[in-house]
Nanobody, 125 residues
């Protein structure tokens, strides 16, 4: 079992920055690929970014390239989402998720086994 707890959400003006954290616990949490997803009201959950278990590879959604960065500190069992140049359309509940090292895809929610409870990010115009 892996438990995930997100933090760092809040209200920010357009153009501002936020850093989300996802603290993982569990005996093998560092062996999981980690992803961030978001869900806006009335919309499906969408992929944002992901990072492999070693931190060697990252995948980004086109909508956040150049603005968002994912990183992980395996010593602290924590994954970070640095969000810069935020836009009102980034407003959503942000979820971190864990997928096994051998998972087929990093961008499809179905392949993630564990999810956090989510943290709200609101960007005002």
């Amino acid at each position: 079992q892996v438990q995930l707890v997100e933090s760092g959400g809040g209200l920010v003006q357009a153009g501002g920055s936020l850093r989300l954290s996802c603290a993982a616990s569990g005996r093998t949490s560092n062996n999981y690929n980690m992803g961030w997803f978001r869900q806006a009201p009335g919309k499906e959950r969408e992929f944002v970014l992901a990072i492999t278990w070693s931190g060697g590879n990252t995948v980004y959604a086109d909508s956040v390239k150049g603005r968002f960065t994912i990183s992980r500190d395996n010593a602290k069992n924590t994954v970070y989402l640095q969000m810069n140049a935020l836009k009102p359309e980034d407003t959503a509940v942000y979820y971190c998720a864990a997928a096994p090292r051998g998972s087929f895809s990093l961008t499809v929610p179905h392949y993630y086994d564990y999810w956090g409870q989510g943290t709200q990010v609101t960007v005002s115009s």
